[in-house]
């Protein structure tokens, strides 16, 4: 079955830097869009940046420039370099795959 398990996040200062890993099993990898959404307090799940199978990538502009979004088909993982972190950055973040979620990573930013 699909499984996507995300790591990396934490507490880090604003203007600090994360990066997240999500782990994708049970599938093709190669062969689908892979996601990053964030959901904050309060807040609709929103998309953060995606790449397609091709690595297209495509941002919100809320974080273009700052984050980046990346995949590794050799090793079934997709990854999220988040810079210049923002306090309205925090939230949790989730890898998704159409169809499928991970269980979310809490990223805080905060001084």
């Known amino acids: 079955q699909v499984q996507l398990v995300e790591s990396g996040g934490g507490l880090v200062q604003p203007g600090g830097s994360l990066r997240l890993s999500c782990a994708a099993s049970?599938?093709?990898?190669?062969?689908?869009?892979m996601a990053w959404y964030r959901q904050a307090p309060g807040k609709q799940r929103e998309l953060v940046a995606q790449i397609t199978s091709g690595g297209t990538t495509m941002y919100a502009d809320s974080v273009r420039g700052r984050f980046t979004i990346s995949r590794d088909n050799a090793k079934n993982t997709l990854s999220l370099q988040m810079n210049s972190l923002k306090p309205e950055d925090t939230a949790v973040y989730y890898c998704?795959?159409?169809?499928?979620w991970g269980q979310g990573t809490q990223v805080t930013v905060s001084s």
């Open positions: 998704n795959r159409h169809g499928y």
């Open positions: 049970g599938y093709i990898f190669s062969m689908y869009m």
